[in-house]
């Protein structure tokens, strides 16, 4: 029997996923209006509207799928009952680079991560490199633009 991967995640990814779930359910209806409204067009071989209609209707019944099985798979992690001198999933890293600035990320799951907002996810190449790191380690990183050295200088659950 296989088994089902727990899929971590912040509440607050779980609540994204859920609320784009209930926009695209409340879509369905339209869908169909838009096909029935196509297929009231006449000859559908060379009607773009019930094939366009059609496409749509196929993308967001995927779609659908994909949130519902996420969501069914969500392990819901809150940071703040969280300790320890380790970083783990959902903590808070404040990282110095080689110029010693600062960067702070929290680590995600990966329907949350946003590297522009500082959520990054635990399965990207800086969250593997970070997982299990203490205060004082060096990490370094390969990247597109080449490697990259951090040094861990905070570790934060909140």
Known sequence: MATVEKMPMLQMGYDK???QL??????RPLIVDAI???????DLSENAEYHAAKERQGQVEATIADLEDKLSRAQIIDPTTLSGDKIVFGATVTLLDEDDKPVKYQIVGQAEA????????YNSPLGRALIGRQIGEEVEVSVP??????????????
């Open 17 to 19: 996923l859920n609320a």
């Open 114 to 121: 946003d590297a522009k907002a500082g959520m990054i996810s």
């Open 36 to 42: 029935e409204e196509a297929r009231a067009h006449g």
């Open 145 to 158: 633009s080449g490697d990259k050295f951090y040094l861990v200088d905070k570790i934060d659950f909140i």
């Open 22 to 27: 209930r926009e695209l359910k409340a879509e």
